[in-house]
């Protein structure tokens, strides 16, 4: 007999079999590919991963007789790459990395490429029978027409067996954890709590029967066929849910299995999952969030119980393959999976597959990696059964005849399926003037002394701003007048979350409210001033803050949004942003609306095509090969969109964070707190740190955690105070 996995304490009479083991995650791995088109890949490579384990060393390893290292991956990986380029070749990277990871084709600096595995695995041990020896090789789902094509085809097949393997060994190994894993309820329950609850909807009054009115043509729109779509709607069309029940009715018509919700901020994230959980709320499973300041405990009301309860269980579960109707996720989780080789990174693609991706706040996606989350998406749309829609007010320029000015050498970037059919809205353009509640007013360059007096004016204000420095400088300048609050990054979430609060309570009691904030109060934050006064910044950051701006047509007419140039200068970050807009603001008709979508379209060809390259670390280079020589370790360290030194600093903000703090003392595995103390944690600059290390600020748990231990440092209206002078390049919001 032959083993695969041992259990502690456990006669071998009742270890899983070798045999046992690869039945089972072939057919699972069949199952999972067959949903893109390869069901004999997943089952050949599910049958191969491990056949490896036959090795006599290696079962020597189970009974303990043989202590050293004994390779399972190399055998099958060499008996697929002995077949040549093709399918053996695909198997082989996905059997060498299941453990590891995907490898490198050749030249890994940090871990063993794939020839190396190859040349360095030994021969299929005599009496084992070879699974190829009466092999005939599939056929591919789709005709590829370049490398990458063929590299993407290869990680989603990695995915599949990656969880196929995950989950029998989790099963065999964990019985009860893997029973936490309870399926959500079925779409077309979903959609039947969803008619209920915008049957109760009032569509009287103007701005309630235009939403009614992109809600109806949404939903017609949802027989169209799976693709590539947009949904340009105002802030305050109600495109939240109008883009549900697209995606609901959408994947029920065509056999789709799930919606994934991609935001770029998780302050989004945690609003549009209250809504859909208000939506969903009789139905357990239905909604997961998957981000880093995401704790099920504190979420399903376990946080001062000893125990997790099955529902948090089945959330956090659920959050490692996606196996849920609805995902809420971020920008940076989904992306940089599309382009990980982690297993653990890897193993949900291949649960987006036959789904509807609606990617929110679309002109927030990475001007950097424009190009490969483009092809990406092509990739999704074209052979994996998805449909994506590219969901804003201030739709990007998207199209391939958008990039037509670049006159770029290879490929052209931009969407080729994308007309006015597939644009859900109706109308955007008559929508953008329906929904018109605001104005822009250019002020030109202004000193902070002079925009701080603008604050004073009004009794309510909204005043945004490029950085944290100088949103502290300027709040400083008039935290004295009645209602000065303040909001930036270097305040804890759950102290931003309470902030938010009281500044909509004093909105709504017409209370003395004069805010200063960095961008994080723009995009999704609901949140409405009758004015607004903005940094020169990209012409999309200044639509999004004039959705900060008389959002439900509480004043008549248009509120003022007013627009200034800093005399103290941009920061970097922002400088080639803002001089886009600046080029479309000067070339604007007398009279013309600064905010139409023709208007964001001319901002979006300049922000594109004056791009050195929307591929700036060449990723698509390492996975474009038709010889199947790709670098998928290397894509993955270059694919990341969130490429700063910044390190995260734990505040002891209020009790609960004391006593998550204390606990990191004592606790082996803090993996439970590590979900929920994100709540209290303030990113910073390693040079930062170091100052705050330096004065004696910060204190280390486990010599790996860095806490404020002086809460002087902390200041309730300003958040995290950093010794020593810190210039306006401290660009983070």
């Known amino acids: 007999m032959l083993y695969a996995h041992t259990l502690d304490g456990a006669p071998q009479s009742e270890w899983q079999s070798l045999e046992d083991h690869l039945t089972a995650v072939e057919e699972r791995a069949a199952r999972f590919s067959a949903v893109f088109g390869a069901p004999e890949w997943g089952r050949i490579i599910g049958r191969l991963h491990d056949i490896g384990k036959c090795n006599p060393k290696f079962q020597q390893r189970l009974t303990g007789e043989y202590r050293k290292h004994a390779d399972h991956k190399g055998v099958g990986a060499r008996l697929l790459d002995g077949l040549g380029k093709g399918f053996g070749r695909v198997g082989a990277y996905c059997v060498a990395g299941h453990h590891g990871g995907l490898p490198d084709y050749s030249h890994s600096e940090n871990k063993r490429s794939l020839r190396q595995v190859v040349a360095d695995a030994i021969a299929l041990p005599d009496g084992v029978d070879n699974p190829l020896s009466e092999f005939a090789e599939p056929a591919l789902p789709f005709v590829p027409k370049d490398g990458f094509a063929c590299s993407f085809f290869t990680r989603m097949l990695f995915s599949a067996l990656v969880d196929a393997d995950y989950l029998d060994t989790e099963r065999f190994m964990t019985p009860g954890r893997h029973a936490g894993r309870v399926p959500g309820p079925s779409l077309d329950v979903l959609a039947a709590a969803l008619d209920e609850k915008l049957a109760a909807f009032d569509a009287s009054g103007r701005i309630n029967g235009l ?364 400088s080639t942003q803002a001089r886009h807009a600046d080029s479309v603001l000067r070339n604007l008709d007398e009279g013309a609306d600064a905010f139409s979508p023709a208007a964001i379209r001319h901002y979006f060809s300049l922000h594109y095509w004056l791009q050195d390259s929307l591929d700036r670390k060449n990723v698509l280079a390492d996975l474009d090969s038709m010889g199947l020589e790709w670098r998928f370790q290397e894509a993955q360290r270059k694919f990341r969109l969130i490429d700063s030194p910044m390190v995260p600093v734990i505040i002891p903000w209020n009790d609960r964070a004391r006593e998550l703090v204390n606990n990191l003392r004592y606790v082996d595995n803090p993996s439970g707190l590590l979900r929920e103390l994100p709540q209290y944690t303030v990113q910073v600059y390693e040079g930062q740190l170091r100052a705050l290390d330096d004065a004696g600020a910060v204190e280390w748990e486990a010599d790996t955690y860095a806490v404020l231990c002086r809460m002087e440092h902390y200041d309730d209206r300003l958040g995290l105070t950093v010794p020593g002078e810190w210039k306006a390049e401290d660009f983070q919001v």
């Not at 959050?319 to 982690?342: G, H, R």
């Not at 709040?475 to 909001?487: I, K, Q, S, T």
């Open 211 to 574: 939403r009614a009115e992109i809600l109806a043509n949404c939903r017609k729109k949802a027989a169209l066929a799976p693709g590539l779509f947009t949904l340009s709607v105002p802030t305050g069309g109600g495109k939240t849910l109008s883009s549900m029940a697209f995606a609901l009715d959408h994947a029920r018509l065509h056999g789709m299995r799930r919606v994934i919700y991609v935001i770029p901020y998780t302050s989004i994230i945690e609003q549009n999952a209250r809504v859909f959980r208000d939506v969903f709320r009789n139905q357990p499973g239905a909604v997961i969030e998957h981000h880093s300041t995401f704790d099920p405990r504190r979420a399903f009301g376990d946080a001062d119980n000893a125990d997790e309860s099955a529902e948090a269980r089945r959330h956090r579960l659920a959050c490692e393959n996606w196996d849920a109707p609805v995902v809420v996720t971020t920008n940076v989780q989904f992306f940089e999976s599309l382009f990980a080789a982690k297993p653990s990174r890897c193993r949900k693609l291949h649960n987006v597959a036959g789904s509807v991706i609606i990617l929110d706040e679309a002109q927030m996606l990475p001007v950097d990696f424009l190009d490969p989350c483009l092809r990406a998406l092509e990739e999704l749309t074209a052979h994996y059964g998805c449909s994506v829609v590219l969901c804003t007010a201030t739709q990007p320029a998207l199209r391939r005849e958008d990039f037509a000015a670049t006159r770029r050498k290879g490929r052209t970037p931009g969407f080729v399926r994308l007309d006015a059919e597939r644009e859900l809205a109706p109308d955007p353009d008559r929508l953008h003037e329906a929904f018109k509640r605001t104005e822009l007013h250019n002020l030109g360059e202004l000193a902070l002394a002079d925009v701080a007096q603008l604050v004073r004016g009004p009794e309510q204000v909204l005043c945004i701003v490029n950085t944290r420095a100088r949103a502290a400088d300027l709040y400083g300048m008039v935290e004295d007048e009645p209602g000065a609050r303040h909001l930036s990054a270097l305040m804890c979430p759950a102290h931003r979350s309470e902030r938010l609060a009281e500044i909509r309570r004093m909105l709504n009691e017409g209370e003395p409210c004069r805010v200063v904030s960095t961008q994080l109060v723009e995009a999704g934050v609901d949140v409405s001033f009758p004015e607004v006064i903005r940094e020169m910044a990209g012409l999309d950051s200044i639509v999004q803050a004039a959705g900060r701006c008389n959002r439900e047509g509480e004043r008549e007419g248009v509120a003022p949004v007013s627009v200034f140039y800093p005399a103290e200068g941009l920061g970097r970050a922002f």
